[in-house]
C-alpha cells in the first residue's frame, strides 16, 4: 500500500508539473500578454508602449526561465530602470530594499505568486475563494448525495418494477437537464419579482412588507451575494446548491442503482430471501453495504466533475467562490492567479482519484494491490 | 389582428379534459403514495389450487390504473391539437399549439414511417430492432429523432430566417401576428431581443447542434480507438505514455480548457488549427489501417482503397485545417511572394497548393469549438477502449487470430473491436449528449459559435439577461436542449439493456 | 457651510471679455443656455457668475441637496485595481478614489464647470495662458497643506508622454514638448503659494475639460506615479477600509482628517456583481446595493418597475461604428459611404439603444456640443448603396462586423448587420468578449467603439479623427481635414469656429469616416431618499455630495 500512494503522489507530480508548464505556455503566448499589458496598463495603448511594458514588468525573457522563475528553480527576475537606477524585480515586494530581497521566489518557496488583475498575493485571494467554494460544495454534497443514494437504493431493490422506472427516468432527466438550464428555469420560477411565484405570493401579501414569508421582492434570491458574508440563509442559498446538486444527482443514483441491482441478483441475497429473512432486513442488513462500494468511488469522483457546474452556478448567481475566481483569471490572463487555480483544480482531480481507489480497496476485500 | 391563443378552438373542450387529467393524476399519486404508508400495495397474480391463475386487484390497483388512462387521455389531447392545428383552416381556430404541429407536418410524418417500418421489420434489424422492445429506449429514440427530422426539414419547418428581423415584434409574446406581407402570419414563439422568430431560430438551431455533436463525438471516437486499440493491445511503454496523456487532459477542469483555448487569443495564436492538424489526421489514419490489415493480401482491391481513402480525405482535411489568412493557410501559386525569403517566412504551414483545393473555409468559431470538443472527449473514448481492449484480448477467439499468424492491427480492428462494439454505441449515445450540453456550456460562457448563430447554447445565455422579464425567447430552447440530452439517455438505456439481453 | 460657487461671484471673479461676449450671443438667441454655461465656465468664469451674467438664477440641479449626516450607501459598480490615476482607463476607478484624491476642477451635470481644489481660473484673451488660484485651507490627509507646490508637481506628471498609457499627456495637449516627451520648458509656473501659472505656446481651449476628466485626480506632491488607493493620501474626505478587486470596495470616513468642506455619508460600499446587467437586476432585487452606476436598455423600465427613481441625462456619449480605412476595401470611400446609405440611423437606435437617445449624422458632433453646425439631413437608400457598392467592384466583400458580446454594443452592430443584408450586402458578425476586445479595438477591420462624453466638440475630433493619433481606429487620414482641425482648435470664438466646424463635419460626412447612428441618453436609478445620485454626462459619482435626505 505505501509503495502505491508513494508511485501515485510520484504521478501526481509530474502531472501537476506538465498541467502547470501547459498552462503557463497558453497564458504566455505574445496575443495573451499583449492582453494582459493593456488590461494593467490601459486598454488603448500602442503596440510600443505594450513592449516596453512587458520588459519593464519581467515579461521579457525566455518562457522556460520564466517558468522557472514561477517554479522557483531559477532566480527571480532583476532590473535597473536605465533613468532612475530604481531596482525592481519578481522578488522585491513593493518598498522591500532590494539587498534584502531573496534570490528566489517561486512555488518550492512556498510563494504562488501575484495576481495582476486583483493587485494582491496569489494565496491571500484563493484561500479565501477556496473556503467558500467549500461551503457551497458542501451544501451541495449534503443534499445531492444523500438523495442520489436513497433514489438509487429505491430503484435498484426492485428492477423492473414501476418505482424503478419512474425514479430511474427521474435520474436520466436529472442527468441531462445542464445547470445553465435548470438554474435558469429555478430563477424564472422562484427567484423573479415579474414572472413564476414570486409576483402571485407578493399578491397573496405573503411576501413584502408584512408577508410572513419575509420582507423580500421575491421567494427566493437571485443573488447568492449575501451568502458570502456568512448570512447563509435558506432564501439564498437554496438555489444555487439545488442547481449544482440535481445535475450530479442523476449520476451518482444510476450508478447506485445499477450496484444494487446487481447485488440483489448475487447468490448470497437470494439464498437470505429462501431463508425468508424480510425484504427490508436484506435491503437493509445484506445487500446496502456492498451496493454502496461502487458508489463511494463515483461519488469521489464527482468533485472535479462537479467544478464546471461550480463555475456556472457561481456566474450565474454572482458567487464569488473559487470557480468564479478561475473565470475571472482566464478572461483577463492574470497568469499567476490562473496558475494557482489549476494546481488546485489538479489537485482536487488527482487527490479524489487517490482516495477512490484506496477507499475502493479498504471496502471492497476481494480486491488487493499487487 | 389579435395574438393567437395557446390552444385555440379545439381548446375549449380540450383544455377541461387535459386538466383533468393531469388533475386526476396527481390525485392518484398521492393518493396511492398514501395507502401505500398504509400497507397497501399493488396486487399481482395467484396460482389457485386448480391451477387457474387469479388477478388480485387492490385500491393501489384502481389508482395505478387511473394514472395510466390520464396519461393516455392526456397525451391523445396533445394529438388532438395536433391533428386540429393540421386540419382547421384558420390560424385563430389553430391555436399556437396546434400552428406548431401544422409547421411540423414533414416531422410527424417522418416519425410516424420510421415507427412503422421499424416495428414492422424489428426482428431482422439486430440490436436496432430489439430497441423497439423496449419502451424506454423507444421514447428516447421517438425524442432523438424527432430532433433529427425537425433538423433535417428545418428549411420547411422553420416559417423564418434565423437571422430575419421585424423590429416591431422585439420581445413580443408568443403568437403575436406579424406586419403584412411577411413570410408568416405570426411569431409563433414570440420574438426575441433583436425582433427575430423564437421558433425558427430553435428549430434552426438543431441543425448546429445535430452536426456538431454527432461529428464531433465521431471524431473523438476515431482518435480514442486509434491510440486506444494499440495501447490495449501491446501494453508496455506505450501503454504508460498514452494513459499519462489521456490523464494528463482529463486532469485539467474542462472549462479551464476551454478558457485556454477558445479565447480570441490563442485563436490569434494559431493553436487551436495546430491541434485540428493532429486530431483530424486520426480518421485518415484508422481508416488507411482498418483497410491495409484486413485487404494486405489482395494488392489491387487494397491500394483502390487506401488510394481512395488519402485521396479524398487528404482533400478534406486540407479544407478542413487551411483558413484563408489565417496561420495555416492554402496559398494559391499567385499568392505566394516571389523571393524565397519570403516564402520561409511565411511559415511552414503555408502549403503552396492550388486554390481551388481548398474546398471551403468553415466560419466563425466552429473549427475552434469542433477541436476542442473532440479535444476534450478523446481520452475518455480512449480510456474505455483500453479497458475493453485489455478485457477482449484474453479471450479465445484473439488467441486463435494470433495462432492463425494474423497481423496486430488485424487483430485489433477486425476482432476486438467489432467485439467492443456494445458499450461503444452506449457510450457514443450519451456522449452525443454530453457533447450537447458542452457545447451550451460554451455558448453560456459566450465562448460558442459564431455569436448569431441559434444554436442553443448562445440563445440561452442571450436570453438570460432579460430572463425575468421575457422568458420566452431562453425557454425553448432550452426545454430543446434538455429534451435531445433526455432523448439520447434514454436511448442509451434502452440500447444498454438491449444490449445485456444477448 | 457656504457654496463656493457663491464665495467666487462675491470675490468678482467674473469679469472676462469672451465671456462677456457670449453673454451678448444668449441673450441674441445665438447660444443656447447649456452652450453658453460650458464656453464661459469653461474661461473661468464662475457657474453663478455666468449665470448672473446672463441675468437667469442658477438651475436647481447646480444647487445640491443638502442631505443628512450619516449613513451607509451600496453602489452596484465595478470594481477595478488600483493604479496610477494618469493611466485609469474606466470611469470606475475614478469614482472610487474620488473620495480620496480629488481633482481640481469638475464637471457638472448642466454642462458647466466649477472648481474643487481650485478656487477660480481665468485664461487670458487668446489662451494661451490660464491662472489657476488654489483653495485655500486645503490640507492632505497626512498634515502637509496643499500648495502650487502639489499642482505643478502634477502638472509634470501629466505631461510626462513616457508613461505607457498616459492619457493626461495627450489633454495636455502642446504643453508637452514633442522632443522630449515631457512638460515644456516655462509651461508651468509657480506664481505663489496659491497660484500656478500655465503657459501654452498655441492656443488651447481644452486645457479645463482635461483637468475635470477621471485621470486627472490630484496627487500628493511625493506620490505623483502611485496608486492612491495604496498610499492612502489625499485630500478626500474618505479612506480606503478594504478592497477586493471584482468583488468590492469599501470607503469609510477619515476619522484624523479635517476636510475643507462637508461630507455626509459614514460609509460607502462599491458592490461588483460582474459586467452583466441581468447580474445587476438580480442584486437589486436581491437587496443588496441602493443604486447603480449605471442602468441600460431594457433594464431601465425593470429598476423603474422595482420603485427605484431615475435620472436622466443627456449627453454626446456615442456609439461609433467605422470601417478602418487600413483594410481593403474599406479604403475605398464608395463602401464605406453605401454603408452609410444603406443604414437608417432610426432603426439602429430603436433596435439597439430602445430610442432612448437622438439620432446622430455621422460626424461625430454633437448638438449639444457649442461649436455644432447643422448640416442638411442625411439620406437612407438602400438601393443606391447596393449599386454604390456594386460600383466599387465589393458586392462579394463580407462586411464582417465585430462588437462588443453584451449590452447595447452587440444589439447596434446586430442592427446594422441586419440592415446592411436587408440591402444586399454580405454580412458576418464577430463578438468577442469584453475582457479581450479591448486590445484589438483600433485595428478590427469594422467594428463598433463607445465613446464617452467630451464637452467640446474638437476635442473628439482631435482625439479620435487627426491623422496618425494613437486613438484613431478609423486609420482616417486627411490633410484637409488636420488643417481645419488646427485652426478650428485654436479659435475660442464659436461662431467663427462653427463655419469651419461645418466644413469639418461636412468632410466627415463625405469622407463617410463613420457610421453614427445615435447620441446616448445615459440613465442611473437609485431608492428612493437618496440625494445627489442623479446620472452624470460622464458617469462620475461624487461620494462626497451623496447622502439620505434628512
Redo the contacts between chains.
Keep these: 500500500m505505501g509503495a502505491f500512494i508513494l508511485r501515485r503522489t510520484g504521478v501526481m507530480i509530474l502531472t501537476a508539473l506538465c498541467l502547470t508548464f501547459v498552462v503557463f505556455f497558453l497564458t504566455n503566448l505574445f496575443p495573451n500578454l499583449e492582453k494582459l499589458a493593456k488590461t494593467q496598463g490601459n486598454a488603448r495603448m500602442s503596440d510600443a508602449e505594450v513592449v516596453s511594458w512587458l520588459d519593464r514588468n519581467g515579461y521579457g525573457g525566455p518562457m522556460i526561465l520564466r517558468y522557472g522563475e514561477w517554479l522557483g528553480v531559477v532566480p527571480g527576475w532583476t532590473r535597473e530602470d536605465p533613468q532612475t537606477g530604481e531596482i525592481t524585480g519578481r522578488c522585491i515586494d513593493f518598498g522591500m530594499d532590494p539587498a534584502d530581497a531573496p534570490r528566489f521566489c517561486g512555488l518550492l518557496q512556498g510563494d504562488l505568486g501575484y495576481s495582476t488583475v486583483s493587485n494582491d498575493e496569489v494565496a491571500h485571494i484563493i484561500g479565501g475563494r477556496l473556503v467558500l467554494t467549500g461551503i457551497l460544495m458542501f451544501w451541495a454534497f449534503a443534499i445531492m448525495v444523500p438523495a442520489a443514494l436513497l433514489v438509487g437504493v429505491l430503484a435498484g431493490m426492485r428492477e423492473g418494477s414501476r418505482l424503478d422506472r419512474s425514479l430511474s427516468t427521474f435520474s436520466i432527466a436529472s442527468t441531462a437537464t445542464p445547470e445553465y438550464v435548470s438554474g435558469v428555469v429555478f430563477i424564472v420560477l422562484l427567484a423573479s419579482s415579474t414572472a413564476g411565484v414570486s409576483s402571485t405570493l407578493s399578491e397573496w401579501g405573503w411576501l413584502g412588507p408584512d408577508g410572513w414569508l419575509g420582507d423580500r421582492n421575491t421567494l427566493f434570491l437571485g443573488s447568492a451575494r449575501s451568502a458570502m458574508d456568512g448570512g447563509i440563509t435558506f432564501w439564498n442559498f437554496t438555489l444555487p446548491v439545488v442547481t449544482i446538486a440535481l445535475y450530479g444527482m442523476g449520476y451518482i443514483a444510476r450508478m447506485t442503482r445499477a450496484s444494487m441491482a446487481e447485488v440483489m441478483t448475487s447468490q448470497y441475497i437470494r439464498t437470505a430471501r429462501l431463508k425468508g429473512v424480510s425484504f427490508r432486513n436484506i435491503v437493509l442488513k445484506h445487500a446496502l453495504r456492498n451496493a454502496l462500494i461502487a458508489p463511494f468511488t463515483v461519488i469521489m469522483l464527482q468533485f472535479p466533475w462537479l467544478l464546471t457546474g461550480v463555475v456556472i452556478v457561481e456566474t450565474l448567481f454572482s458567487y464569488n467562490g473559487f470557480g468564479w475566481t478561475l473565470v475571472q483569471a482566464a478572461s483577463n490572463n492574470d497568469i499567476e492567479l490562473l496558475l494557482a487555480c489549476s494546481i488546485v483544480a489538479v489537485l482536487v482531480v488527482l487527490v479524489t482519484q487517490l482516495i477512490s481507489d484506496i477507499g475502493y480497496v479498504l471496502l471492497n476485500p476481494r480486491i488487493r494491490i499487487s | 389582428m389579435e395574438p393567437l391563443t395557446w390552444t385555440g378552438q379545439f381548446g375549449t373542450f380540450l383544455n377541461p379534459i387535459m386538466l383533468a387529467a393531469v388533475v386526476v393524476f396527481f390525485a392518484a399519486a398521492i393518493l396511492n403514495f398514501v395507502i401505500g404508508f398504509a400497507g397497501i400495495r ?1 396486487g399481482g397474480y395467484e396460482v389457485n389450487d386448480e391451477g387457474t391463475m387469479v388477478m388480485n386487484r387492490t385500491p393501489s390497483d384502481y389508482l ?1 390504473m387511473a394514472m395510466q388512462f390520464a396519461v393516455l387521455v392526456f397525451l391523445a389531447c396533445c394529438v388532438g391539437f395536433i391533428i386540429g392545428g393540421i386540419v382547421l383552416p384558420e390560424m385563430a381556430q389553430k391555436g399556437i399549439l396546434g400552428a406548431v404541429g401544422q409547421r411540423l407536418l414533414p416531422v410527424w410524418i417522418a416519425l410516424i414511417v420510421t415507427f412503422a417500418l421499424s416495428i414492422t421489420f424489428k426482428a431482422r434489424l439486430g440490436l436496432y430492432g430489439k430497441l423497439f422492445n423496449s419502451s ?1 429506449g423507444m421514447v428516447g429514440f421517438g425524442l432523438v429523432m424527432f430532433w433529427v427530422y425537425a433538423a433535417l426539414f428545418s428549411a420547411w419547418v422553420a416559417p423564418f430566417d434565423a ?1 430575419d ?1 421585424i ?1 416591431s415584434l ?2 413580443d409574446i408568443p403568437g403575436t401576428p406579424t406586419p403584412e406581407g411577411e413570410a408568416y402570419s405570426h411569431y409563433l414563439f414570440g420574438g426575441d ?3 427575430r422568430d423564437v421558433f425558427s431560430r430553435v428549430i434552426l438551431g438543431s441543425t448546429f447542434v445535430l452536426q456538431i455533436a454527432p461529428l464531433a463525438t465521431v471524431f473523438a471516437f476515431m482518435v480514442g480507438i486509434t491510440l486506444g486499440l494499440p495501447a490495449g493491445y501491446f501494453g508496455g511503454r506505450l501503454d504508460t505514455i498514452l494513459t ?1 496523456v489521456a ?2 487532459v ?7 480548457l476551454f ?3 477558445v ?4 485563436v ?2 494559431g ?1 487551436p488549427q495546430y491541434m485540428s492538424m493532429v486530431l483530424f489526421l486520426f480518421p485518415i489514419i484508422f481508416l488507411v489501417t482498418l483497410f491495409n490489415s484486413r485487404f494486405h493480401t489482395q494488392p489491387k482491391r487494397r491500394n483502390l482503397l487506401v488510394g481512395l481513402t488519402v485521396l479524398i480525405g487528404g482533400l478534406l482535411y486540407l479544407s478542413l485545417i487551411s483558413d484563408r489568412g489565417t496561420v495555416i493557410d492554402v496559398l494559391g501559386w499567385s499568392r505566394l511572394p516571389e523571393s524565397w525569403p519570403d516564402r520561409i517566412s511565411l511559415g511552414l504551414f503555408s502549403i503552396p497548393l492550388p486554390q481551388s483545393l481548398d474546398l471551403f473555409d468553415i ?2 468559431n466552429i473549427l475552434i469549438v469542433f477541436v476542442s470538443v473532440v479535444f476534450v472527449n478523446s481520452p475518455t473514448v480512449f480510456r474505455i477502449v483500453r479497458g475493453i481492449t485489455l478485457d477482449i484480448k484474453t479471450r479465445d477467439y484473439v488467441a486463435a487470430a494470433q495462432t492463425r499468424g494474423e497481423g496486430p492491427w488485424y487483430i485489433m480492428l477486425w476482432e476486438i473491436l467489432p467485439n467492443a462494439r456494445g458499450p461503444l454505441i452506449v457510450d457514443f449515445c450519451l456522449r452525443i ?1 454530453y457533447t450537447t ?1 458542452l457545447l ?2 460554451l455558448g ?3 465562448l460558442g459559435l ?3 448563430s441559434p444554436d442553443w ?1 448562445s440563445t ?2 442571450e436570453g ?6 421575457y ?1 420566452h425567447p ?2 425553448p430552447p ?1 426545454l430543446a ?2 429534451s435531445l ?2 432523448g ?3 436511448l442509451a ?1 434502452g440500447l444498454r439493456e438491449e444490449s445485456l439481453k444477448d | 457651510m457656504k457654496d463656493f460657487a457663491n464665495v467666487q461671484a462675491e470675490k468678482g471673479l467674473t469679469t472676462h471679455p469672451v465671456a462677456e461676449m457670449y453673454a451678448r450671443e444668449h441673450k441674441e438667441g445665438k447660444l443656447d443656455r447649456r452652450e453658453f454655461l460650458v464656453r464661459t465656465t469653461a474661461l473661468g468664469v464662475s457657474a453663478a457668475a455666468a449665470y448672473s451674467l446672463i441675468g437667469a438664477t442658477p438651475a436647481a440641479a447646480q444647487e445640491r441637496a443638502v442631505p443628512a449626516e450619516g449613513g451607509t450607501l451600496r453602489i452596484q459598480t465595478r470594481v477595478y485595481a488600483g493604479k496610477d490615476p494618469r493611466v485609469y482607463d474606466w470611469s470606475e476607478l475614478g469614482n472610487l478614489s474620488r473620495g480620496i484624491v480629488e481633482y481640481l476642477v469638475e464637471y457638472n451635470r448642466d454642462g458647466s464647470f466649477s472648481g474643487v481644489l481650485l478656487e477660480s481660473w481665468e485664461a487670458n484673451e487668446d489662451a494661451t495662458q490660464y491662472t489657476l488660484r488654489l483653495r485655500p485651507g486645503v490640507t492632505w490627509n497626512n498634515g502637509d497643506a496643499f500648495t502650487a507646490e502639489d499642482v505643478a508637481a502634477n502638472f509634470v506628471g501629466w505631461c510626462d508622454s513616457t508613461v505607457e498609457g498616459n492619457s493626461m499627456a495627450a489633454r495636455m495637449g502642446a504643453l508637452v514638448d514633442p522632443d522630449t516627451g515631457q512638460a515644456r520648458e516655462g509651461g508651468i509656473e509657480v506664481v505663489d503659494d496659491l497660484t500656478v501659472r500655465i503657459n501654452f505656446p498655441s492656443p488651447e481651449i481644452a486645457l479645463i475639460p482635461g483637468m475635470a476628466d477621471y485621470p486627472s485626480a490630484v496627487q500628493h506632491r511625493d506620490h505623483i506615479g502611485e496608486d492612491p488607493l495604496e498610499h492612502g493620501i489625499g485630500t478626500g474626505a474618505y479612506m480606503l477600509e478594504s478592497i477586493e478587486v471584482g468583488i468590492s470596495a469599501v470607503l469609510v470616513r477619515n476619522p484624523d482628517h479635517t476636510y475643507w468642506r462637508d461630507a455626509y455619508l459614514d460609509r460607502i460600499e462599491f458592490v461588483d456583481v460582474g459586467e452583466d446587467p441581468a447580474n445587476w437586476f438580480a442584486s437589486a432585487e436581491a437587496d443588496e446595493v441602493d443604486m447603480t452606476y449605471q442602468t441600460t436598455g431594457d433594464f431601465i423600465d425593470l429598476f423603474d418597475g422595482l420603485g427605484w427613481e431615475r435620472s436622466e441625462v443627456t449627453t454626446a456619449a456615442t456609439y461609433v461604428l467605422r470601417m478602418n480605412q487600413n483594410n481593403a476595401p474599406y479604403d475605398d470611400v464608395r463602401v464605406r459611404q453605401a454603408v452609410n446609405l444603406a443604414v437608417d440611423p432610426a432603426v439602429l437606435l430603436e433596435l439597439g439603444y430602445s430610442g432612448l437617445g437622438t439620432e446622430a449624422e455621422n460626424h461625430h458632433v454633437c448638438p449639444i456640443h457649442p461649436e455644432y453646425a447643422e448640416l442638411p439631413p442625411l439620406t437612407f437608400d438602400p438601393e443606391a448603396a447596393l449599386a454604390l457598392l456594386q460600383e466599387a467592384g465589393a458586392a462579394d466583400h463580407v462586411f464582417e462586423i465585430t462588437s462588443l458580446d453584451d449590452g447595447f454594443e452587440r444589439d447596434t452592430a446586430d442592427a446594422l448587420g441586419a440592415m446592411l443584408r436587408d440591402a444586399g450586402f454580405n454580412v458576418e458578425r464577430v463578438i468577442i468578449p469584453g475582457a479581450t476586445y479591448w486590445n484589438d479595438w483600433t485595428s478590427y477591420p469594422f467594428s463598433g467603439t463607445t465613446w464617452n462624453h467630451r464637452e467640446l466638440g474638437v476635442q473628439i475630433l482631435n482625439l479620435a479623427y487627426r491623422s496618425g493619433v494613437a486613438w484613431n481606429e478609423a486609420a482616417y487620414s486627411n490633410p484637409d481635414f488636420d488643417a481645419l482641425l488646427d485652426e478650428a482648435s485654436g479659435i475660442q470664438d464659436a461662431d467663427a469656429r462653427r463655419e469651419i466646424m461645418a466644413q469639418i463635419e461636412q468632410i466627415m460626412q463625405d469622407d463617410a469616416v463613420i457610421n453614427q447612428p445615435y447620441w446616448r441618453s445615459l440613465f442611473r436609478h437609485h431608492k428612493a431618499g437618496i440625494l445627489n445620485a442623479e446620472m452624470h454626462p460622464k458617469f462620475e459619482i461624487n461620494v462626497h455630495y451623496l447622502g439620505y435626505a434628512a
Design positions: 399493488a395505478l424506454i437571422l428581423q423590429s422585439r420581445n431581443r433583436l425582433g499519462f490523464n494528463l482529463l486532469a485539467f477542469p474542462v472549462i479551464l478558457y485556454l483555448l479565447t480570441p487569443e490563442i490569434a495564436a493553436l466560419g466563425g449528449g450540453i451550451g456550456t453560456f460562457f459566450g459564431s455569436p448569431e447554447g440561452i445565455n438570460r439577461s432579460l430572463l425575468t422579464v422568458p431562453a425557454l432550452a436542449l434538455m440530452v433526455l439520447l439517455n434514454l438505456d
